[in-house]
């Protein structure tokens, strides 16, 4: 079942904005992670933070965990016309019986027009 | 980062055949692979975890018998949708990690059309 919620769904900026997407999860979680994926293609690893980290950067990114209040936040800064793709959070639970298993959000769909 | 390829990446076929999606991981050993299919505009739905040599594990609702999943290697799962029919026709994506990895790494997916 998928327990990440992310809003907005859809999100539609210009080049040169900052894009900012929210993840909400139910469970105690080991780490959270960010995965890109282009139309019709697989998905790309972007970012990964762990339970006991509060933000992580990577390039144009920036990921925040609040796990007092179950979420996550992307913030893409700058935005090209090549970030146009769908953003997954996925959550990987605590406890040895999870077996590295990750449960993904619905996506939010980002368009950045030139 | 790590490759993982997938075969074939589209394919059609009849209503009551069976498919075969190969998922290979080309530069590690995938000690653990994942299937998910992915219904369009949304979201990836994990369908099973396949440790190598060891029988997979379904998640709640999924057919075994209809989705037949072998690892027989540390490169290679492959996924097999028996008697599939038209509500099957999904984007079928595996992906892979080695060891304690956090990190999964995903092949380009197989889309499937049952006609």
């Known amino acids: 079942s998928q327990q990440g919620e992310e809003d907005p769904q859809a999100l539609s900026i210009q080049e040169g904005e900052n894009a900012t997407m929210n993840c909400s999860y139910k469970?105690?979680?080991?780490?959270l992670q960010w995965y890109r994926q282009n139309s019709g293609r697989g998905l790309v690893h972007l970012i990964l933070?762990?339970?006991?980290?509060r933000e992580k950067h990577s390039g144009r990114l920036r990921v925040t965990l609040d796990t007092s209040k179950k979420s996550s936040s992307l913030l893409i800064t700058a935005s090209r016309a090549a970030d146009t793709a769908s953003y997954f959070c996925?959550?990987?639970?605590?406890?040895?019986?999870?077996?590295?298993?990750?449960?993904f959000g619905q996506g939010t769909e980002l368009s950045v027009k030139p | 980062g790590a490759v993982v390829s997938q075969h074939p990446s589209r394919v059609i076929c009849k209503s009551g055949t069976s498919v075969k999606i190969e998922c290979r991981s080309l530069?590690?050993?995938?000690?653990?692979m994942f299937w998910y299919r992915q219904f369009p505009k949304q979201s990836l739905m994990l369908m099973a975890t396949s440790n190598e040599g060891s029988k997979a594990t379904y998640e709640q609702g999924v057919e075994k018998d209809k989705f037949l999943i072998n690892h027989a290697s540390l490169t290679l799962s492959t996924l097999t949708v028996t008697s599939a029919h038209p509500e099957d026709s999904s984007f079928y994506i595996c992906s892979g990690t080695s060891g304690a990895q956090e990190t999964q790494y995903f092949g380009p997916g197989t889309r499937l059309l049952v006609l």
């Open positions: 530069d590690f050993q995938a000690t653990t």
């Open positions: 996925a959550t990987a639970g605590r406890g040895y019986n999870q077996g590295g298993k990750l449960i």
């Open positions: 933070i762990r339970s006991n980290e």
């Open positions: 469970t105690s979680i080991n780490n």
